[in-house]
Structures are given as structure tokens and as C-alpha cells.
């Protein structure tokens, strides 16, 4: 069975760091692309960026570039993102997801809460 | 980056009835390898998003056959063929042909 066990639920404080993970299982890891997206409380899905494990590549969306870090560990099958100098707007539902472009076969995370505040 | 606007914003349903959820771009989505990446997403009230439908028409594992999507270049449509309870959420169509992927507004599927 695959899954995507995210990392809990942060509280940080405006102008922190937050590292979330996103450790998958079920499958071979660095077969498939891992993609993260944003939702903030009452809103839409917002696409982060994307890793490719196996080659270490990613793909950003130009608006969370110096935002957003992707890295992936292959030795414990986990992909991490890492946000900066997080302010309200950071605020937000995070998924990562398996969304491969052809296939019937597409899984997300369970989510984790970032709330920033003082 | 291209805009995807969804229509209607909320639809009002009966269980049973069939119902359509329009998705334009404003860009053609038919990549030069001859695939369109447009998708269709679910996402239930406090639940992840779901996959529904991937490359315009093709049905997700596990989704029933009363989801149907359809549409070519910047006009696509998805179709429940009598809703059912399980059903109500928020729609929303995703592209990934141009960089970087982005989702519609969404359509929020309710009961009347």
C-alpha cells in the first residue's frame, strides 16, 4: 500500500524556519516525482514545486523561489521542504503528493498545519 | 503562468442528478508531445485532495464511472453522471503542460 506520512502540525514564529517531511512508502521512492502544495485556510490548492529523487532535480514555481527548499533523502525514502523568513502569508495546509503525469495511480500526505505567530 | 477559471464557483445539486463543472485556460493546453495535461481533483471536506481524472479523460483507480471528463486546447469539462452523497467537495482542474503547474479557483459541489 503506498503512503505519505507527513510530519506533524508547527506553530513558528514570524521570521523562522519550519522543515516539513514527507516519508513515503509502498513504492520506490525515487521512481516517481514528489510534488508539494500550498492551501491556505479557506482557499485553493497552490502548486510549491516538485522533486525528482532519483536525479535530485527540482522544479520550482518562480513565486517560491528563496520560499521554498526541496530536498529528498534516499536513504530513508523522505522528501522535505524547508520554508524561510515565514510570515502570516506562509500560513497554510502543505501537502506533498505523487501526481504522475500518466497514470491512474496519484497519492497525497495527509497535509501538516503551518501556523506562523507570535 | 496560465489561468484556469472554473465555472460555476458553487453548484447547487440533488442526489441524482448530473451535473457539469467547466474548466478554461487561458493558454491551450495540448503539449508538443501530443499529450494535454489538464486534471480533475476532489477534495472532500477536511480530507486531502483526490485525483480523479488524469490527461483530460482517463478515470483515477478506484473512481466511479459516473466521473467523465472531456475537452480538447482550452475548453474542458467534467461530469458527474448522477451525484451522490459522497460526491460533495471542491473541484478543482489542474494543468501541467506549461510551468509552473497551476489549479482553477475550484468548484465547491453542494447538496439543495
Known amino acids: 500500500e503506498v503512503k505519505l506520512q507527513q510530519s506533524g502540525d508547527e506553530l513558528v514564529r514570524p521570521g523562522a524556519s519550519v522543515k516539513i517531511s514527507c516519508k513515503a512508502s509502498?513504492?520506490?521512492?525515487?521512481?516517481?516525482?514528489m510534488h508539494w502544495v500550498k492551501q491556505r485556510p479557506g482557499q485553493g490548492l497552490e502548486w510549491i514545486g516538485a522533486?525528482?529523487?532519483?536525479?535530485?532535480?527540482?522544479e520550482y514555481n518562480q513565486k517560491f523561489k528563496g520560499k521554498a527548499t526541496l530536498t529528498a533523502d534516499k536513504s530513508s525514502n523522505t522528501a522535505n521542504m524547508e520554508l524561510s523568513r515565514l510570515t502570516s502569508e506562509d500560513s497554510a495546509v502543505y501537502y506533498c503528493a505523487r501526481l504522475p503525469d500518466n497514470s491512474r495511480f496519484a497519492y497525497w500526505g495527509q497535509g501538516t498545519l503551518v501556523t506562523v505567530s507570535s | 503562468d496560465v489561468v484556469l477559471t472554473q465555472t460555476p464557483s458553487i453548484l447547487s445539486a440533488t442526489i441524482g442528478q448530473s451535473v457539469s463543472i467547466s474548466c478554461r485556460s487561458s493558454q491551450s493546453l495540448l503539449d508538443s508531445d501530443g499529450n494535454t495535461y489538464l486534471y480533475w481533483f476532489l477534495q472532500r471536506p477536511g480530507q486531502s485532495p483526490q485525483r480523479l481524472i488524469y490527461?483530460?479523460?482517463n478515470l483515477g483507480s478506484g473512481v466511479p464511472n459516473r466521473f467523465s471528463g472531456s475537452g480538447s486546447g482550452t475548453d474542458f469539462t467534467l461530469k458527474i453522471s448522477g451525484v451522490e452523497a459522497e460526491d460533495l467537495g471542491v473541484y478543482y482542474c489542474m494543468q501541467a503542460t506549461h510551468a509552473p503547474n497551476t489549479f482553477g479557483a475550484g468548484t465547491k459541489l453542494e447538496l439543495k
Open positions: 522533486i525528482i529523487p532519483i536525479i535530485d532535480t527540482t
Open positions: 490527461l483530460v479523460s
Open positions: 509502498g513504492y520506490t521512492f525515487t521512481s516517481y516525482s
